[in-house]
Each structure stands twice: as structure tokens, then as C-alpha cells.
């Protein structure tokens, strides 16, 4: 490892005065980055900082305006992601690059096949080389599972996997945390110390300031394009890497003051629901949410969460069972009418659910009620009041974006998630539904939406939060429900609640059962 | 034996079952080899179909790269005859001509394909309208030049022949009617069947086959590991013109010896929907290709020679229009009933764009 005052070796990689421009924005505007021989270098930045696009860049699916690439010393032309594998470098996308068809070996080795002979792929060879990989870094894998129906956890395992079989010498890693949990964290860390070690140069991409203090080497920190510092982790802390990111001082835990519950505004009897294999996934969960209290799901991903949540906001059909919003019955509603009775819904994937990414900004801001006034007269659509609603909430909620105009695929991953929040947070309601809210958010935006969320609680909304993040749900819980394979196995005051007993009930339900059962891959 | 038929066949309602069973014993080995014949356009079509949507293009040019095949194979040969002469230089009735008009006739299909490649992966055009301008434009072009080179009525080089096997094959209990079907036939539509194994087995055993599955579902992630999707598409496109073309020529230097304006009437599309019914394989293509033109053979059968007692009565009794829809009502049964959902890959019919070059 490297440390300040030892010999500096030549730096892996350098990247000098890379400047990207898009229509509107400039992404990276003369930036400079350099990697030593087994360090683990960490870069960090707000949301649209430009993170993604510099290591596009380097890893040849976006060229660079200005600026030059040096691999050990020698400028290099790097003309596409092929050339990139070849000159040694890798990367795991902050999106996932998998074919879900297609089996765990089969994505793993795509581009780089075990042949028998020159035509024909030598698939038993193929599965032995990838459950080796895998029990060489410390996942058991089948690497004949489809990797759709793998949970997300184990498809990012995956998606590492295949880098790491590519064995590069310069590794980049894209919020590849963001999905995963602490001890799914600390595996992947273990990985990424060992390859240090071994000489591999790394980049890691989190907004996770904690594991980037945890696991990173040096940390560069970019703001809209620049460099604006770099850090060793020993000379830091949180807040300062916050406000360095930010600009200004950001607090990183919300004071949630008193709350003060009212009338139950969601109830749920015995709901049933399953899911898309059809086996049950929600048994009979009984549950209460009460107007100005916000009861937040602890539980390892894949133990119902998804499914309970989307059986209430209407997107799935309750297998059995009863949903109750302030008395009226939406078992079986359809998501308008569920919409319009007052309940909206942050979803986990925002790809799937909450966007649509090939619409310009301003629609996706009003795609809960574009077809009612003012956003519609009769059948004709009324830009300005679309273009001023945009404009207002793009501002409110600080979505960089060069104009409300452009596509939102085009936009960074954090500022898609905000694109979702301020959407849904702008309407008056009586439940608010959040999965994953601040899922790749950073540390500035996550302040601002934990705001939000309290204040919409204190105006008497009841929340429903989900988040494999337990520390949020510690932190903004009035009440907590701790869901495993299905059921709430326990329900404790968000004040008192002891971290590490809803921990363990995560893990295990309540009983002595081994934790790897939880977070298994889904078959 | 036949006392036990004759029981059998007269039980009311079962006995008509047990009739259409002993009709098609009867009639299905005679008709076996016509089968091959009428499925060969279609299946090759739809192998065109999941070459190129294996890899994400949909292709609803088929149709049109098939009818020029067919017109330019018939009119090279028209050319080359004079030059080359008839004389049979091998087996199927091969002359140079012929072959020599076959193999400008499969390249005048990766031509056109060329051109679909260039509009909807170069261009980006939509995949839809560039397909539909190849079929229009191909359609007015070959009608025009026939109508022009057929009033000379012209000496074409002829047809390729059948292969005969012998009796002793074809006789033999059970097997020999499939043997027939298959060996009965001239060299395209006994390649078919070959070409159908390669496929399916290069489709999903080898790395061409992994790569073009790949850009098919998603193109980015095939992007990211290093694959280069746009060649990837243009290869396929341009294979899958080889097969369309081949299904051309056999109409028009295999099954006949001379071009007809229009001659493919629809086998292009037919071979889309091949395509879907056997969820984009090769075999299964093949399958419904099969299906489809033994309910066409089977709905002749019955117009032209009926069977005789209860069964033939209720049978003549229908329209003639039921046996023409046959083959159309056994697809929407059988894509309904037995196929379920078919899945497209999932990038079909979206253009990539590499940002990269940009
Ligand atoms: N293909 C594109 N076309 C237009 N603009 C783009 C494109 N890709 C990125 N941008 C813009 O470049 C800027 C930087 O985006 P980038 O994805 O690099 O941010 P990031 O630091 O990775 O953020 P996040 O933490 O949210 O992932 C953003 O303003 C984004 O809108
Ligand atoms: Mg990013």
C-alpha cells in the first residue's frame, strides 16, 4: 500500500486536462487523476459531478474533447471499450451491463469465451474456471442460474466477477456499493484490498463517505467538472470530504424532531402477494401506518420488500388480503385511482418504474398528472404550465440538468433519482410510499430528501419508507418493522431501537439460522 | 385386419377420428415430399428472420430480397446459357450455368440486405420503413424488367432436378416415407435441413453465436465487454440475405424453371411469422415452417381427393375457403394454444448508437 512519504512510483494510470462537453454542460472541464501501482483511489462528487463520464473516458465509450491518457508513462489513444480490455483497464458500470437471459458463465464470459477449438465454446471447462474464480475471491456461484433472476446484490457480484476474470490491471469500480449491503459490502472490499495488494490500481466510486474513508488508498474530489481537492483518508473525516463535495457544510444526520401520529392512514390485513416466479412473497403482513409517522421496513433485499410495496401503490395484485387507505378499500385498485387517492411512490428502479427515460425532463416531472389541469386542456397538452411546473421543481430540488428540455436518459444516475422525488413529493398526500429513496444520491442530496421526507411527515403524510440502507432507516423511523422471508418478524420504536438487534433480525428472522440463507441468490 | 378397421371406423363420433387417422396414414407418405418443398421458401425466410433479429435488426425486407433473388438468378441464367451452354456438369441436372446464375442470384440478396443493413444500422433509419421500401422497390423493379425481358421469351437454364432414391429406401416400414421426404428433393430444399442443425448448433454453442445473442439482448453490455456491435449486426444481416435468397431461387430455379412477377406471394412474411412461432431457432423456425406447409398440403389433399364414408361427407361439405385458411388457422392455434408467449430479444428492432463516435 501507499503511503505519502514513500518512494512514488510512476502512476498506473494519469489522466491529464480531460475536458468532455455535452449540449448544455460541460461533464469534465480539465481534469486531472492520477493512479499508482496498488492503490485504491476513491473519487467522489455530487451527483453529476461528471464521476461516470471521466471513467466513460478512460475505459474508451466516450471521447474526451481535450486532454490526454497516459497507461505507466505512455500516452495512449484509447479508441473503444475493446482496446481498453486489451491495454489492461476494466470497469464495472454504476448501470448494469448484464444480459438477464443469458446464465451467470455465459455474462462472465461474453467477449472472452473458453474455447474448445476455433468455433465452438467449451462450456465444462467455462463452469469450472468461473466456480473457481468465484470461490478464489470467496462466492460459492451456479454459474448456470440466469442472472435475471438473480437478486440485485448478486448481480453486481457478478458484474465484479466478470472484471476481475478479465484479471486488468487497472480496475474502475462505478457505485458498485450502492445495491448492497454492509456484509455484501465488506466481502467486496476484501476482493478489492487483495488485488491492491497483489499491484492492481483501483478506482472506486461511492457516495458512501464512510466506506471510502474505510477503503480508499488517496481521494480525489470533484464538483461540476473540476477538481476541487484530493484527500488521504487519515487526514479527513465525513463532514469535510461533505463539504468539499458540496461547497458548503452539509448535515449529515437530519435532527427528525417529535412526531406526532394521528388517525391510521394505511392499514394492511393479512396481505398476501407473490411474485414474478408466483411463489408467495408477502405471508399475511399486518401493518399500520398513521398519518404524520413514518414507519420504515428493515430487511435484507429479496425478503418481500418489493413485492409488499408494489402491491400498495397497485402495480402488483394482492394474492389476499386487505389494504386499507383511511377506510377506503384499494386491495385492487388500479395505480391511478390509487394515485389519485392521495399516495405517491418512489420506486427502487427507477429504470423500470419511475422514468421514462427516452421523454425530455419536463414530461417525466409531470407524468403523475400530465392529463389534468393545468397540465392538460381537454385532449391538448398546455407546455407552458409543464414548462413552468419543471422549471420550478428542477430548481427546488437542485436537478442539474443543462435545460428541462433534454432527454432524462441523458442525465446522471443521482440526478434521475431526483428527477423521481421531486415528482412525487410535490403533491399534496396522505401516503407516501419510498423505496430505496436515496439510492446513488450524494450526501448533499440525501440531506435535502431526508428534509423533505420530515417535513411532508410533519404536514401529517404517513411514510411507508424501504431501504436496504438500515443507518436511514435508523435515522428517519419514527417506528421500525423488520421484514424477513415474507413476514414482520418485530416492530420497535425508531428512538430506542438497538442497531445491532435489528441487525440480527435481519439476518435471521428471530431464530438461529445462519445468515447466508438471507441473501442467498434467488432461484 | 381390415374387418377391425371397418368396426372401428363405424362407431359414431370416435369413428370419425379413427377415419382422419387412417386418411392421413394414407395420405401423408404420398404427400410427404411436397411438404419439404412448400416449407423450403418459408423456412429459409425465417432463418433470414432470426439471423438478423438474433442480433437485433428486424428484417421485414425477406420478402423483397427474395424476389429479387429469384428474378436475378432466372435472368442469369437467361444471359449466361448462350456463354455457358446446358451441358449437366454434375448431379441435379447442374450445369455451369445454373450454378454459376445461383450464385449471383445469393449475391444479389446480400446486396439488397446491404443495403437494409446500411439504413437501419449505419443510418439508424427505421427498421420498419427500410424493409418496406426493399419490398416495394424490389417488387416494382423485377415486375417491370420481366415485363420487358419476357416478351422475348427468353431460354432460361432450366431448373435444378430432383434426386431419386431408391425404392429400396423408400420402402423400407415406418421410416421410408421420411427418408423420401427428405431425399426426394433437389439440392436446396435438401440443404435446408442441413442448414437448420448448423444454425441452431452455432446459434447456441458457439461464440458467434454467444456474441450475436449478446447484441441482440443488449447491445450496450456486449458494447462494454468489447464486442463490436456494429459489425456484429452487419455480419448477420448479411448472412441471413445468403438465406433469404436461397428460399428466392428455389422458386425460380428449383421448384420452377422460369420467373413469375410476384412469384414469393407472401413466403417472406410467412416466414416472419415461422420465425415467431418457433421463438427465433433455427428448429423451431423450421418446425412451424413444416407445419404450416403440411396444413397447406393436407387442405389440398382434402379439395382434390376426399376421403370416402362419414368423414368425407362432412368434410366436402365445408367451403373450400376453410381448407385455404387452414394453414393460417393451425399458426394462430398452435402460436395461441401451444407456443405461449414468444419472446423477441430484447434490443430487436433498436438501433445501437455508439457514443463514442460521437
Ligand atoms: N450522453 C450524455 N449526453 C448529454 N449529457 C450527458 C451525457 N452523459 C452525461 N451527461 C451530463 O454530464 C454530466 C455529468 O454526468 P455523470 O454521469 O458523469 O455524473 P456522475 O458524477 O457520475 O453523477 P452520479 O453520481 O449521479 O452518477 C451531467 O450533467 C449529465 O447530465
Ligand atoms: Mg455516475
Known amino acids: 500500500m501507499t503511503t505519502p512519504d514513500a518512494p512514488v512510483r510512476a502512476p498506473a494510470l494519469e489522466m491529464r486536462g480531460i475536458t468532455k462537453r455535452y449540449p448544455g454542460v460541460t461533464a469534465n472541464d480539465h481534469i486531472d487523476l492520477d493512479v499508482r501501482p496498488g492503490e485504491i483511489h476513491a473519487l467522489l462528487g455530487e451527483n453529476g459531478a461528471g464521476k461516470t463520464t471521466l471513467m466513460n473516458i478512460l475505459y474508451g465509450l466516450a471521447r474526451p474533447d481535450e486532454g490526454a491518457i497516459l497507461l505507466d508513462g505512455q500516452e495512449v489513444n484509447i479508441s473503444g471499450p475493446s482496446d481498453a480490455i486489451a491495454r489492461g483497464i476494466n470497469m464495472v458500470h454504476q448501470h448494469f451491463m448484464l444480459v438477464p437471459v443469458f446464465s451467470i458463465a455465459e455474462n462472465i464470459l461474453l467477449g472472452e469465451e473458453t474455447m474448445a477449438g476455433p468455433i465452438f465454446l467449451d462450456r465444462r471447462e467455462a463452469r469450472r474456471g468461473i466456480v473457481e474464480l468465484g470461490r478464489r475471491f470467496g462466492f460459492e456461484i451456479d454459474p448456470d442460474l440466469r442472472v435475471g433472476s438473480l437478486s440485485v446484490g448478486w448481480q453486481q457480484r457478478v458484474e465484479i466477477l466478470k472484471a476481475l476474470y478479465r484479471d486488468a490491471k487497472i480496475l474502475v469500480l462505478d457505485e458498485p456499493t450502492a445495491v448492497l449491503t454492509p456484509q455484501e459490502t465488506e466481502e467486496i472490499f476484501a476482493v478489492l484490498r487483495r488485488l491492491a495488494a497483489e499491484g492492481h490500481s483501483i478506482v472506486f466510486i461511492s457516495h458512501k463517505l464512510y466506506e471510502v474513508l474505510e477503503i480508499a488508498d488517496r481521494i480525489t474530489v470533484i464538483r461540476r467538472g473540476k477538481v476541487v481537492g484530493q484527500r488521504l483518508p487519515a487526514e479527513t473525516d465525513e463532514d469535510d470530504l461533505a463539504e468539499l463535495m458540496v461547497g458548503r457544510g452539509v448535515q449529515l444526520t437530519v435532527d427528525r424532531g417529535e412526531s406526532h401520529p394521528a388517525d391510521v392512514a394505511v392499514r394492511l390485513e393479512g396481505l398476501e402477494v407473490k411474485d414474478d416466479r408466483g411463489s408467495i412473497a408477502v405471508r399475511g403482513v399486518d401493518l399500520e401506518v398513521r398519518s404524520g409517522e413514518i414507519l420504515g421496513i428493515a430487511g435484507v433485499a429479496g425478503n418481500g420488500q418489493d413485492e409488499l410495496v408494489e402491491a400498495i401503490v397497485g402495480l402488483r395484485h394482492a394474492a389476499g388480503g386487505r389494504i386499507g387507505l383511511q377506510g377506503a378499500d384499494i386491495t385492487h385498485a388500479s395505480p391511478r385511482r390509487i394515485n389519485e387517492a392521495g399516495v405517491a411512490y418512489v420506486p427502487a428502479d427507477r429504470h423500470r418504474f419511475g422514468l421514462v427515460l427516452s421523454f425530455p425532463v419536463a414530461d417525466n416531472l409531470v407524468l403523475t398528472d400530465y392529463y389534468r389541469r393545468p397540465y392538460a386542456r381537454g385532449f391538448i397538452r398546455n407546455d407552458e404550465a409543464i414548462e413552468a411546473t419543471a422549471e420550478e421543481r428542477i430548481r427546488e430540488y437542485d436537478v442539474r440538468t443543462p435545460s428541462a428540455d433534454v432527454r432524462a436518459g441523458t442525465l446522471s444516475g443521482g440526478n434521475q433519482q431526483k428527477l423521481v422525488v421531486a415528482r412525487e413529493l410535490s403533491r399534496d398526500l396522505k401516503l407516501l410510499v419510498l423505496d430505496q429513496p436515496t439510492r446513488g444520491l450524494d450526501v448533499g442530496s440525501i440531506e435535502f430528501i431526508h428534509r423533505q421526507a420530515i417535513a411532508k411527515r410533519d404536514a401529517g403524510t404517513a411514510i411507508l419508507l424501504v431501504s436496504a440502507e438500515l443507518d436511514e432507516i435508523l435515522e428517519l423511523s419514527d417506528r421500525i418493522a423488520v421484514m424477513y422471508r415474507g413476514r414482520i418478524v418485530a416492530v420497535r420504536d425508531g428512538r430506542t431501537a438497538d442497531k445491532n438487534e435489528i441487525g440480527l433480525l435481519m439476518a435471521t428472522g428471530g431464530e438461529a439460522r445462519s445468515p447466508a440463507a438471507a441473501i442467498g441468490p434467488a432461484v | ?358
Not at chain 2, 377415419?19 to 423450403?40: C, E, H, K, R
Not at chain 2, 420498419?128 to 423485377?142: D, Q
Not at chain 2, 387442405?299 to 376421403?307: A, E, L, Q, T, Y
Open chain 2, 1 to 358: 385386419m381390415d374387418g377391425l378397421i371397418n368396426a372401428l371406423y363405424s362407431i359414431p363420433v370416435a369413428g370419425v377420428l379413427f377415419q382422419l387417422a387412417g386418411y392421413l396414414v394414407n395420405v401423408v407418405p404420398d404427400i410427404s415430399p411436397l411438404i419439404l418443398q412448400a416449407a423450403t421458401p418459408i423456412a429459409l425466410a425465417a432463418l433470414c428472420g432470426v439471423m438478423c433479429e438474433r442480433a437485433g435488426v428486424v428484417n421485414i425486407g425477406i420478402e423483397g430480397i427474395m424476389i429479387t433473388a429469384a428474378f436475378v438468378g432466372w435472368y442469369s441464367g437467361v444471359l449466361l446459357v448462350p456463354v455457358l451452354g446446358t451441358t449437366a456438369i454434375g448431379p441435379f441436372g447442374m450445369s455451369l450455368a445454373l450454378v454459376v446464375a445461383l450464385g449471383v442470384a445469393l449475391a444479389s440478396g446480400v446486396v439488397i440486405s446491404a443495403l437494409h443493413a446500411w439504413l437501419s444500422i449505419s443510418v439508424r433509419a427505421d427498421q420498419i420503413i427500410s424493409g418496406t421500401i426493399i419490398n416495394i422497390a424490389a417488387f416494382g423493379l423485377t415486375g417491370y424488367l420481366n415485363n420487358l425481358i419476357a416478351k422475348t421469351s427468353p431460354n432460361g437454364a432450366g431448373a435444378f432436378t430432383q434426386f431419386r432414391p431408391p425404392r429400396e429406401v423408400t420402402d423400407i416400414p415406418v421410416i421410408g416415407w421420411i427418408l423420401n421426404m427428405f431425399l426426394n428433393q433437389g439440392p436446396i430444399a435438401m440443404s435446408v435441413i442441413v442448414l437448420v442443425v448448423i444454425f441452431q448448433i452455432l446459434l447456441f454453442r458457439s461464440r458467434w453465436g454467444l456474441r450475436s445473442r449478446a447484441v441482440g439482448e443488449h447491445p450496450r453490455a456486449a458494447e462494454t465487454v468489447g464486442i463490436d456491435v456494429i459489425r456484429v449486426r452487419y455480419r448477420n444481416v448479411l448472412i441471413g440475405g445468403v438465406f433469404a435468397a436461397l428460399g428466392g431461387a428455389y422458386l425460380s430455379m428449383e421448384a420452377t424453371n422460369s420467373f413469375q412477377q410476384g412469384m414469393t406471394t407472401g413466403r417472406g412474411f410467412i416466414g416472419l411469422a415461422a420465425m415467431i412461432v418457433g421463438r427465433w431457432s433455427p428448429v423451431g423456425a423450421f418446425g412451424a415452417a413444416l407445419l404450416f406447409s403440411s396444413s397447406t398440403a393436407l387442405g389440398n389433399s382434402i379439395k382434390f381427393s376426399p376421403p370416402s364414408g362419414d368423414l368425407g361427407t362432412i368434410l366436402t361439405s365445408l367451403p373450400d375457403q376453410v381448407y385455404d385458411a387452414l394453414p393460417y388457422l393451425v399458426t394462430i392455434v398452435i402460436l395461441a394454444g401451444v407456443v405461449g408467449r414468444s419472446i423477441p430479444p430484447a434490443a430487436d428492432g433498436q438501433a445501437y448508437e455508439r457514443e463514442a463516435a460521437t
